[in-house]
């Protein structure tokens, strides 16, 4: 099994990094190839079965952008060809067609059609999130600047509590074939044992997920906290 | 309409100051609050004094406020400064209150000004200042503070609507030397002095913000603080005005362009270090001399620390401030207790306690501190307390802990009942602003075992 992460430099600002942490940890046995910003990425010419990518700084979209942009058609290729693709927090919005800033736009890789927007004065989301990807509840935290306001057919997650794309969006993230997108960001595969045992099988592990019993105690005492009434999902919108 | 609020805005501030000061409760921002109420604008019409001083950036706002506002006075200055760490609109104004005469006069050689990061693109240009100092500028709550090039990002702002301060900013500090690039700028540094810190799990500067390209360092005193360069552009640290070169017991030698000069300094942790040569720095630039300024630093302490350490019948007990959702003053706590070397005893009472518990639901942040520097043959036993107890056992087994030395519980002052003081050397009580009060009571209950077990009676 062979796993690429995808700018593991960048992906250190809000706890994304548990993700690489968690993966390597439950599989021992994979191989790992940490492309940076200056490598040509490992799925241009290899095959690999997962690839994974968090998030950034506004600054560091653009870099990546276009580090990528020379592949987006062997990217196209590889969804079409079930490569397990997991994005999180704002990498989810380097695979539209442009991130917008008030009248200003950086143009994405349009590998999807949505794309996503924020304010110049830099407004931030915090929310908490709980979702429904099929009969698998996923829990996790927001924090960001930009939404995604156009409709996308292929959502990720249904909303229970939190919210969507933006706001008034009741569905969350992008599905489509492997390539899962989630505006959830930091540690979503150690906080959600279940989801990370579903998406490593897709990419053809099988098998316990690392310390998968104090893991599923963690994931279920969240679960409970958040259904629990009266519970607040918005932290707060300010800059 | 305008100047006629600022002056209601100005007595009405000046006379709850007045009833304030007559009740003993002159340390409060809400006489700065009826003057911002009444008048919008009321740090912009303000007079200042002719040294305006700002002092801004991530940790160290209040250390440098405080121990320049003693250095000032010491000198024989007037001093304008809230010394409880006001660093908001109404405390600002409460500051300044405090400079000016009923007539709009400033009554104070000098006002220093706390301002926190984020009202800093609104706040500095109405105050204009003198120095704008930057000390340093990292990682912080992702709720609140989102990333360091995002608050970089308000502070270049700043610094542009306030084109004629000049910016002293820490030139080790690669985030902060984006600042105030056409702005005058003093520049402070250290060399490297001998710091050994340990490789953290996260690069706090892994690239350029100009190109993108990758960042080497020649060496770093702590984190991302060091001499940097990228490898793709022309982009590397500053030339330093004012450059640490050596640190001794109780004094810094400080090069300059008119030579070397010796300073004492209140403590040799690093960070105070690079706080202290902040404030030698924007002394020499107003043209004090080496002599003065080294008498006047003579005595000062960094404000009354929140953290502390006493040894009991030959245990060493630690009580240590970490920040919660502050990855970087987590991971700086976690790498202390690593180079200590001693057998000890981990207490951590970290959660926050909110009305609203899911408040600090967000544990995002414990994947981007440094728990990796826990797993240590010398670490006995960790115990802690608190709502996210599941979040941190998780975290601890990822980063490699022994399963066997990790206790988590869901009540705070519950760690007591798992205490084993067998063979420690020292005691580490890690705490969160939130939790000072169990803090206490459990460094208080160790306090009293020691004796007892150790064979000393109160």
Known sequence: MKIELLFPELSTVYGDAGNALYLKKTCKDAQFIETHLQDKPHFVSGNVDMIYIGSMTEKSQIFAINALKPYVSRIKELIENGVVFLCTGNSMELFGEYIAEDDKKVEALGVFPFNSKRSSEYFRHNSMFLGDFEDIEVVGCRSQFAYIYSKCDTPFMKVKGGIGNNPDDKFEGIHYKNFFATYVLGPLLPLNPKFTKHILSLAGFSGEVAFEKEAMDAYNLRLEKLKEEGVNFILGEHW | ?458
């Not at chain 2, 304030?20 to 409060?28: G, I, N, S, V, Y």
Request: charged content about 25%.
């Open chain 2, 1 to 458: 309409m305008n100047k006629l609020k600022f002056w209601i805005g100005l007595w009405g501030g000046k006379t709850f100051l007045f009833l304030w000061k007559l009740f003993r409760a002159e340390r409060d921002d809400r006489p700065g609050m009826v003057s911002v109420r009444i008048c919008e604008d009321f740090l912009q019409r303000v007079a200042k004094p002719k040294l305006t001083i700002v002092v801004s950036g991530t940790n160290g706002k209040t250390t440098i406020s405080n121990m320049l506002a003693e250095a000032f006075r010491n000198l024989g200055y007037k001093v304008a400064y809230n010394d409880w760490g006001a660093n908001h609109n109404a405390g600002q104004a409460r500051c300044l209150l405090d400079a000016v005469s009923v007539f709009n006069k400033p009554i104070k050689d000098v006002a220093i000004i706390e301002a926190d990061e984020l009202i800093s693109p609104i706040n500095v240009p109405r105050l204009k200042p003198t120095y704008l100092i930057v000390n340093n500028v990292s990682r912080d709550s992702m709720l609140r503070n989102g990333n360091p090039e995002y608050i970089a990002e308000r502070l270049r702002r700043a610094a542009e609507g306030s084109p004629q301060s000049i910016v002293l900013m820490c030139g080790d500090d690669p985030v902060s030397s984006l600042i105030g690039e056409n702005n005058p700028r003093v520049v402070f540094g250290a060399k490297y002095l001998n710091t050994n810190p340990l490789k953290t799990t996260i690069d706090d500067y892994p690239i350029c913000l100009k190109c993108g390209g990758k960042i080497e360092y020649d060496f770093r005193n702590y984190r991302n603080i060091g001499d940097y360069k990228c490898t793709s552009c022309t982009f590397k640290a500053p030339k330093r005005d004012y450059l640490v070169e050596s640190v001794g017991v109780n004094e810094m030698v400080v090069k300059e362009e008119k030579g070397s000069f010796t300073y004492p300094i209140p403590s040799s942790a690093i960070h105070n270090i690079y706080n202290t040569v902040a404030i030698v720095s924007i002394l020499r630039n107003i043209g004090e001399k080496p002599e003065k300024i080294a008498e006047a630093l003579k005595n000062i302490k960094p404000p009354q620390s929140r953290e502390g350490s006493e040894v009991v019948c030959g245990v060493n007990i630690h009580r240590k401030l970490a920040k919660t959702h502050n990855p970087t003053a987590v991971s700086t706590v976690f790498e202390n207790i690593k180079k200590d070397n001693s057998k000890k005893l981990l207490l951590m009472v970290l959660d926050e306690i909110f009305e609203n518990p899911k408040k600090s639901e967000t544990v995002a942040w414990f994947y981007d501190t440094d728990y990796e520097f826990l797993q240590d043959e010398s670490v006995t036993k960790i115990v802690l307390g608190g709502d996210r107890y599941l979040d941190h056992k998780l975290r601890m087994l990822l980063a490699g802990v022994d399963e066997n030395k990790i206790v988590c519980i869901p009540k705070h002052i519950d760690v007591l009942n798992y205490v084993d003081l067998t063979d420690v050397e020292s005691v580490y009580i890690v705490y969160d602003i939130y939790t000072s009060d169990v803090a206490r009571k459990v460094t208080a209950e160790i306090t009293e075992r020691i004796r007892k077990e150790r064979g000393e009676v109160k």
